[in-house]
């Protein structure tokens, strides 16, 4: 199949943003005016892109059926965070958010944002309206855009770090952040809150000299990031910058990854995850063009006519490096220069105390599958605000769906540490029941909000640990993600023990990935039941201990040791 076959009819999305011009059109009606608690299907694929999905209490839809109920509706409402950042009081402002128009419970994603879950439609607009007064918006953080850009939380406040990738981030994020009105219209009253929190009335707008009127064919990721730190995963991105750092720390510039990306579907071949490719190095007053210039790319080359096969790693499989690169500059004006080489890929989860370089600390804090909630001795919500009350530390949001808490100066860290222990927080393993296992497994949220899931994730991880920790494996690092359907929220394809939802309590098990991001696991079992997991995965372990040479990690081994067969069930992996 062709990237852009103009002879096959486009997707039923891409009528929906042709017959909704910016992203307003049937939205604006039916939230104005609201007839039922659920949208219609035109309004709700709309509302992503303003940061919202349309999802149910699954939990609830037989027992609702039964008694001829309609489905128990809400929203997931997620914030957009260049790099994970927010002040103090932004955040405070969410806790308080997520009581007065959710569940109660903030969730960290792996894409450093944070998502309202079970908000009632009469909630939308005072929820995104009130995080907008505090300069967190919405826009964007979902649809068929360039999402939330993600760098290192914590290197620009690190030790031996002569540049600020947070920066880069904001000013690629603000860059295509998109330009009609519709959504300031809609949430805010036709007002825009500036910068310096002064309120400007919005010009009715509904052009977009960027995307054009049907934006991307499908999400667009993109991330900045450090070889020694890889935590946001560079290769698994539509687009990366990876940062090229000279000896002394000074960043010499960038290579321009692209075509990343690990959704996948059940039964479709022609669908894979892929790791990027290195285009090109740039010099760093460069990164915005380029960028831009890239992401015109897939903005005109991609797919329209097929979603499941309109992300930016088939433009890139399809057509190659070598065209991409040609692209890339003939729109440029100038060609790249040829990739530079970097040091040795690792990765850090950046929990624990560390001392900044203006000799305040962060603190690093473990957030399960990223849940900000209240639960027996862990009372992470609690605890977490307290901290922030107290000493007003900046926060920033981790790609492993943890929290660090900035700029606590040295007087307030033992106070810090108190409230840690107090509310059974934990920083590093031993604290509040933290194994090693445990710290480095991820889950996306699945069932019962997330319509796209085919099995549970969250709520069946904290079981399997449970089930693996029994076994005598809590002391283990093994890179564990569940995800609960083949979109890959969690990241399994690049974990060394990936799983992923089949159907109804059945997982397909992929071994091999690293810790480092720069290798894709491949299947090793499929449609395993959700209780056998726990004796296949310790099953591995085991033979791992056994046969393991000095140092090597699970995926490392499982590599060496020929362990799966590609990606899909009887089909070779993607070479990437």
């Not at 560390?354 to 609690?382: C, H, M, P, Y």
């Not at 201990?545 to 069930?569: N, Q």
Request: hydrophobic share 40%; net charge positive; aromatic share 6%.
């Amino acid at each position: 199949m062709s990237v852009a076959d103009p002879t096959r009819p486009l997707s039923h999305v891409e009528e929906i943003k042709i017959a909704n011009p910016g992203l307003g059109g049937v939205l604006l009606e039916e939230i104005r005016h609201p007839q039922q608690e659920r949208l219609g299907e035109e309004a709700a694929i709309l509302l992503k892109a303003h940061g919202s999905y349309q999802q149910d209490d699954r939990d609830q839809r037989q027992a609702r059926k039964k008694a001829s109920q309609d489905r128990a509706w809400q929203f997931m409402v997620r914030t957009r965070a260049p790099g994970g950042r927010m002040t103090a009081a932004q955040y405070l402002l969410a806790d308080e958010l997520a009581t007065r128009h959710g569940n109660g419970t903030l969730r960290i994603t792996t894409r450093q944002g944070l998502q309202f879950h079970g908000v009632g439609r009469a909630n939308l607009k005072p929820l995104i309206k009130a995080l907008n007064e505090r300069l967190i918006t919405t826009y964007a953080a979902c649809g068929d855009v360039a999402r939330n850009v993600m760098t290192c939380p914590v290197a620009d406040l690190l030790p031996g770090h002569h540049y600020d990738l947070q920066a880069v981030a904001q000013r690629i994020n603000d860059r295509f952040i998109p330009e009609s009105t519709a959504y300031y219209e809609l949430w805010l009253d036709g007002e825009k809150v500036l910068a310096d929190g002064k309120r400007v009335k919005v010009t009715p707008n509904r052009e977009e000299p960027f995307y054009g009127p049907t934006y991307m064919p499908r999400k667009h990721k993109m991330a900045i990031g450090l070889p020694h730190d890889n935590c946001v995963d560079l290769f698994t991105h539509d687009l990366a910058l990876e940062a090229v750092v000279e000896e002394g720390g000074s960043l010499r510039g960038f290579n321009l990854l692209a075509g990343g990306g690990l959704g996948s579907t059940h039964g479709k071949a022609e669908t894979f995850p892929r790791l990027a490719d290195r285009v090109g190095f740039l010099r760093p007053e460069h990164a915005l063009a380029v960028i831009e210039a890239a992401s015109a790319i897939y903005r005109d080359e991609g797919d329209r006519t097929n979603r499941k096969h309109a992300r930016l790693k088939y433009v890139l499989e399809e057509r190659g490096v070598a065209w991409f690169r040609q692209e890339l500059a003939r729109r440029l004006g100038w060609p790249l220069e040829a990739p530079v080489e970097v040091g040795p890929y690792a990765a850090h989860d950046h929990l624990g105390w560390q001392q900044q370089a203006d000799g305040n600390w962060l603190a690093g804090i473990w957030v399960a599958s990223g849940r900000i909630k209240d639960e027996g001795g862990q009372r992470v919500r609690t605890g977490l605000r307290a901290i922030v009350e107290l000493t007003g530390a900046e926060v920033r949001l981790t790609p492993q769906q943890n929290i660090v808490l900035a700029r606590i100066t040295p007087a307030q860290r033992k106070a810090v540490t108190a409230l840690i222990a107090e509310y059974g927080l934990a920083t590093s393993e031993g604290e509040a029941g933290l194994t090693t296992l445990r710290r480095h497994a991820l889950a996306c949220p699945a069932l019962p909000t997330c319509g796209l899931a085919v099995a549970e994730a969250e709520r069946y991880l904290p079981t399997l640990l449970d089930a693996l920790e029994a076994r005598g494996f809590g002391a283990e690092q093994v890179n564990l993600r569940l995800s609960g359907c083949p979109n890959s929220c969690s990241r399994p394809p690049t974990a060394e023990i990936g799983i992923i939802g089949r159907s109804s309590g059945k997982y397909n098990v992929y071994v091999g990935g690293c810790r480092a991001g720069t290798r894709l696991a491949r299947l090793y079992r499929a449609e395993v039941k959700a209780a056998e997991l726990p004796d296949l995965i310790g099953a591995l372990v085991t033979r791992w201990r056994a046969e393991r040479l000095a140092g090597e990690s699970f995926g490392d081994w499982a590599t060496r040791a020929g362990l799966g067969h590609g990606w899909h069930a009887g089909a070779e992996t993607h070479p990437a």
